[in-house]
């Protein structure tokens, strides 16, 4: 009969630095083959939760729009990304509700009625890593005339800072009206915005990942959230290919 000692017996049961390498390896690469599923996953959670939002919201302002007998506004606001240095590519990060109500300004032969916006919730940004696409090719429905977007000014702010909070914002806009209707907002004219139907057809606008650049057709990643809007009953629709 063979008889170990206590150490003895303790080294036979313990793990050889061979066998530790050999496991810590095998972690390793099961880690590395998962992480970018992982991230896929994530991205996507996150698209569409943003986009769910956005959806939630054209309802509401809808909805509002017809309850208060007011033309309601949804503005999206653009600008550069501040996690890209040197990045000058604006494309669309938030995006918040207003009522729309008219104001006199002066007095006598002097008095101009103007437009004016009344906040009506606080403005809600994207999801981190995720944006609207800023191209007619892709968000045709968020795109003024030629192209344009509006200013984004706030009265009496200081350092011009708009309602987005970002100085040099741009913003692009859909207006609900209280027969149901949805009209994008092409331009700003003497006080009042100038307003126009879209053709159902180019009533969208997508959502997709921030990579810092311009997104376009040729570049668009393979899972996007597609917002559309139907010019003449407002009602909105989702497309999610990548889902």
Same mark, same amino acid.
């Given at each position: 009969m063979t008889y170990f000692s206590y150490t003895e017996r303790q080294a036979r049961r313990a793990f050889s630095l061979i066998e530790m390498l050999v496991v810590i390896a095998l972690v390793?690469?099961?880690?590395? &083959?998962?992480?970018?599923?992982l991230m896929r996953t994530m991205q996507a959670t996150r698209l569409a939760s943003t986009g769910d939002s956005i959806m939630g919201a054209i309802t509401e302002a809808k909805q509002l729009s017809y309850a208060q007998n007011v033309p309601v506004e949804l503005r999206f606001f653009k600008y550069a990304d501040q996690d890209f240095p040197g990045s000058t590519v604006q494309l669309f990060r938030s995006y918040q509700m207003f009522k729309i109500v008219t104001v006199t300004?002066?007095?006598?032969?002097?008095?101009?009625?103007?437009?004016?916006?009344v906040p009506v919730n606080t403005l809600s940004k994207l999801s981190d890593g995720v944006i609207i696409a800023a191209g007619t090719d892709l968000s045709p429905l968020l795109n003024g005339q030629n192209g344009t977007s509006l200013d984004d000014?706030?009265?009496?702010?200081?350092?011009?800072? +708009?309602?987005?909070?970002? &100085? +040099?914002?741009?913003?692009?806009?859909?207006?609900?009206?209280?027969?149901?209707?949805?009209?994008?907002?092409?331009?700003?004219?003497?006080g009042f915005a100038q307003l126009e139907y879209g053709t159902l057809p180019n009533s969208f606008f997508t959502l997709t990942y921030n990579s810092g650049q311009e997104v376009t057709t040729g570049n668009l990643p393979k899972n996007f959230y597609t917002i559309q809007v139907d010019p003449f009953t407002g009602k909105a629709r989702n497309y999610r290919p990548g889902f």
């Open positions: 390793a690469m099961i880690l590395a &083959s998962s992480t970018p599923a300004q002066g007095v006598g032969s002097n008095a101009q009625t103007l437009e004016s916006v000014v706030k009265p009496n702010a200081a350092g011009g800072v +708009g309602y987005s909070g970002v &100085s +040099g914002a741009k913003y692009n806009a859909l207006r609900f009206m209280p027969d149901g209707s949805c009209r994008k907002v092409s331009a700003q004219q003497n």
